[in-house]
């Protein structure tokens, strides 16, 4: 079956733009979490949908949101773009609450000028 | 707060012999335990999970070491091959059922031929 779909895989951003990323979780799954990951900071946890709910948020400010759709495919939002937003942005599935095994999708690298 | 980290940054093996990487984290509420792959240009590819009520979890060439006594987690791989040469990651979900990851800085295994 097919895997963890993550659109567009590169971008190319100025500052003060804002960008959407997508992604969709393999077929079944439910569960979508978010990761930025960097050099500097390594994979940090943005968010966490299921079922279209946002179920955990990590210590990013508000610039970065999220949502779910009824099909579980996921976006994520930056908005007001600046350069330490540039990063390989993660999204991982899982099937339902009791399952934790997370797969990841190839990311969307972005990069903001 | 809590934090995982590695012990050692890179680590090369020669080809065909075992390796292992460690993990350290520090929040004794960690329930549950995964170690990641990821090779260039590719988002973190599952390898093993472990779950706080076990002390070791076998798959195929891998095998993953939970001491809740040091909080420390270990990856063996035995008979590397070439295409074991990734950045590996140990990542812990404090709530079980919760996808929140949280992920160590990594270890780069180089094996050399």
């Known amino acids: 079956k097919a895997g963890v779909t993550q659109t567009p895989r590169y971008l190319i951003k100025t500052r003060g733009q804002q960008v959407t990323l997508s992604c969709s979780p393999i077929s079944g799954h439910r569960s979508v979490s978010w990761y930025q990951q960097t050099p500097g900071q390594g994979l940090q946890f943005l968010f966490e949908?299921?079922?279209?709910?946002?179920?955990n948020k990590g210590n990013f400010p508000g610039r970065f949101s999220g949502r779910q759709f009824s099909n579980s495919r996921s976006e994520m939002n930056v908005s007001t773009l600046e350069l330490g937003d540039s990063a390989l942005y993660l999204c991982?599935?899982?099937?339902?609450?009791?399952?934790?095994?997370?797969?990841f999708g190839q990311g969307t690298r972005l990069t903001v000028v | 707060g809590e934090s995982v980290g590695l012990h050692l940054p890179t680590l090369s093996v020669q080809e065909g012999d075992n390796s292992i990487i460690n993990c350290a984290y520090s929040n004794s509420a960690s329930d549950y335990f995964i170690w990641y792959k990821q090779e260039s240009g590719k988002g973190p590819q599952f390898i093993i999970d472990?779950?706080?009520?076990?002390d070791k979890r076998q798959g195929q060439r891998v095998t993953v070491l939970l001491n809740k006594t040091v909080k420390h987690l270990s990856l063996q791989i035995a008979a590397t091959q070439p295409g074991d040469s990734a950045v590996y990651f140990c990542a812990e979900n404090i709530n079980f059922g919760n996808e929140k990851l949280t992920f160590g800085t990594g270890t780069r295994l180089t094996i050399i031929p």
């Open positions: 472990i779950r706080s009520n076990m």
């Open positions: 949908y299921f079922s279209e709910t946002q179920r």
């Open positions: 991982a599935s899982s099937r339902s609450t009791l399952d934790t095994e997370a797969f």
